[in-house]
């Protein structure tokens, strides 16, 4: 198939690549000439591990291209993925729908035969009956123009793996047996073919389904943080306590760490859009829970920063902290919300001296948060420090020596904010070893 993908940041740039390694001919399209540039030369303007191999791999082949113009967007096929943006809007918790009707209204008036409009980008339900009117209104095609809803479930270093091998598909149209349906169908013809999971609903359902996911996702890291709080007051394991309703299946282990808290461009955009549009639908009570889950993540990071203050006796005035991690999680370069950058700025702003390390993300930190100091080498960032913070998991933290760290520390004091590291290594090392939620 000829298709096109509307909005090429994390979202779009990865299905625009993972549709062209299905076999596709595809057209990215996105308003930002240097990523437009970046992305054609085969590197994408961001850390997704094995997204630059498939650009490399399919732009050289000629199956992937991309362009800045809604016009030869809208002339290259019939099918059209929208991914862009939908941010939480400044000083509310509702989403920002700017950039989805934007692209909306700019492709509408170029479409002058029969076409499938697919939007991926998570909004709040209710939001695909505006899409079809505005092409309706705008497209010469009229409603020969349809609507389908394909929410997207990746996660971030994951993305390309969960494109091409989901674990369910989810495909929203307003009627039954349309041809939006033929055609979707048709285009991941060979992931439907695979035995992914295939459910066919409505718009509504289809658009609560991300939001939905996340919402239940955030709880339940939440719901193990409020329980290591717990573990904190009445010298109980939460990692152990974690294990142990992990084996109940009804439960599972799978998402449930207790740490730091979530952070990123959705878990905690999505349960305030996700409060936002219930509230205004008159369902407002019904997602009351997902307040606290907000809260109980933002205590986590208040809870590292009063460690850290403790284990400085009770003042950051002048002392030199290293922190270990910048991206919201491993494996990614993204900085939004995240709960490590939060914990480094706000000891900042307590006096602290503060050393930020990350594989990925310290050029997005540095732009942030300039007011940090930023070295590459975890080991080297540990130079006279008064005190460790493990606050991003990537996993070669958990196999650094706490040996070699202790010649270059001026106090061996290390606080693990995401239970990664090995306790009785650190201590036999000569470390005083805190971890949240841990004896």
Known sequence: MKLTVVGCGYLGATHAACMAELGHEVLGMDCDIDKVTALGSGKAPFFERGLDDLLTKHTKSGRLRFT???????????LHFIGVGTPQQPGEHAYDLTHLFTAVRQLAPRLKHP?????????????????????HAYAPAGDAVEVAWNPEFLRESFAVEDTLRPDRLVLGFATEHSRAETVLRQCFEKIIKAGTPTIVTDWATAELAKASANAFLATKISFINAIAEVCEASGADVGRLADILGHDTRIGRRGMRPGLGFGGGCLPKDIRGFMARAGE???????????????????????????????????????????WGAAFKPDTDDIRDSPALAVA???????????????????????LHPELDYVDDPIAAVQDTDLLLHLTEWPHYSHVDPHRLAARAAVLKVIDGRGTLNPALWREAGWTFRALGRP
Request: hydrophobic fraction near 45%; glycine fraction near 8%; avoid cysteine.
């Open 68 to 78: 800045a113009s809604y016009a030869e967007a809208a002339a290259f096929g019939d």
């Open 115 to 135: 076409a499938v409009i697919a939007v991926k980008s998570t909004v709040p339900v209710g939001t695909a009956p505006r899409v079809r009117d505005l092409l």
């Open 281 to 323: 639908l008159g369902a407002g009570q019904a997602l009351t829970i997902l307040r606290e889950v907000d809260a109980i993540n933002n205590r986590r990071r208040e809870r590292m920063v009063d460690l850290a203050r403790e284990q400085v006796s009770g003042n950051l005035s002048g002392k030199r902290i290293t922190v």
């Open 345 to 367: 700025q706000k000891l900042h702003e307590l006096g602290a001296t503060v050393t930020v390390t990350d594989p990925q993300a310290l050029d997005n930190a540095r732009k």
